[in-house]
């Protein structure tokens, strides 16, 4: 291949990573909108929980913590790939070009000790995860009680 092939095909390539970098980004905001509707829905409810009956506010948390690990999956899935093109950028076709652009980003953020998105999603996850139990904790225990 020549030096113009390769520079096309990087192009190519980088131009797919940031594809799936905004759809990455598309899906968080999906899943952080929905679970936000469900906890306003669920802290409405919460608010009238004797006139709801118990199914309905057990199951909404518990709908909830299954959108959280669905969200979690689909985090898994985005950095896996992200992970994948990445790799094919930076060791084999940034190897054929006279400057590594990813490969030197990386490694100054590596020194700043930079949080990978990933990081921040996951917790994001387990924060509304986190509420959902209690959610349902609580519902649980006030209905026995």
Known sequence: MSKSDILELYKLYVQTAEENSKKRLQTNHFYISLNSALLSVIVFLGSYFHKVHFPVIIILPIVGIFISVTWYFHIRSYRQLSEAKFEIINNT????????????????????????????????VVLFLILYITLSLSFVFLTNS
């Open 93 to 124: 076709l940034e190897r054929q070009l006279p400057v590594k652009l990813f490969s030197m980003e990386w490694e100054i953020l590596k020194s700043k000790k930079y949080i990978e998105m990933t990081k921040i999603e996951n917790t994001l």
